[in-house]
């Protein structure tokens, strides 16, 4: 959904607009708007209570589907195509399962310190890139669940916005760069900036 227009005014084409629910939007712009408060929304719920499946496939699909489910006829639902990033989509569930399981023994056996836990969580989820789209938004929403149910507080995940280009996306996305070469540092760094 990238647009190289700054304005956010740029149409949206066809391509774009498959599996779009609201008809009035048709620019990048109001696109982002839209998608920001049913995000919003989805993080009210998300946070009104803790959640004791949060670590169950149900919860990681309800929670896109709650972010994104007012724009996108396919919201919470395993992408099917290949992208440029993330596993095979066949690979999809069994790697999400896996991510899972792998975070409830790092709970369970104390692994790693909590920001650190939620940070490989996050980077594996980014890696997997479950959806056909917001699957940025969604890995740090699903981190920041994480951390709350672990009784931390959320990331500030470099104090910006992440979605627009700029220097807080560089960083954000040299740091996911540097975890795919097992060098978590940067992205430890950068979620607590």
Do not use: C
Not at 50 to 66: G, N, Q, W
Not at 78 to 95: D, F, L, M, Q, Y
Not at 96 to 102: F, I
Not at 134 to 162: C, E, I, K, Y
């Amino acid at each position: 959904m990238s647009s190289d227009a700054d304005d956010g005014n740029t149409l949206l084409d066809e391509d774009e607009r498959d599996g779009l629910i609201p008809t009035h939007v048709t620019t990048q712009g109001a696109l982002n708007e839209w998608e920001q408060a049913n995000i919003l929304e989805a993080e009210q719920w998300a946070f009104a209570r803790k959640h004791s499946d949060y670590l169950s496939m149900a919860f990681l699909f309800e929670l896109h589907r709650r972010m994104f489910g007012r724009t996108w006829t396919w919201a919470g639902k395993a992408r099917v195509t290949a992208k440029n990033i993330g596993v095979p989509s066949g690979e999809i569930r069994p790697k999400l399962l896996d991510l899972l399981r792998d975070t409830q023994s790092w709970i369970d056996h104390k692994t790693y310190p909590a920001d650190e836990l939620a940070a490989r969580f996050h980077h594996r989820l980014v890696q997997i890139h479950a959806f056909p789209n917001g699957n940025g938004r969604h890995a740090r929403l699903m981190t920041d669940v994480l951390l709350v149910n672990l009784g931390q507080p959320r990331f500030s995940w470099g104090s910006a916005d992440l979605y627009t280009r700029g220097a807080a996306r560089d960083g954000y996305l040299a740091a996911l760069r540097e975890a795919d070469r097992l060098n978590i540092k940067p992205l430890l760094a950068f979620v607590r900036t």
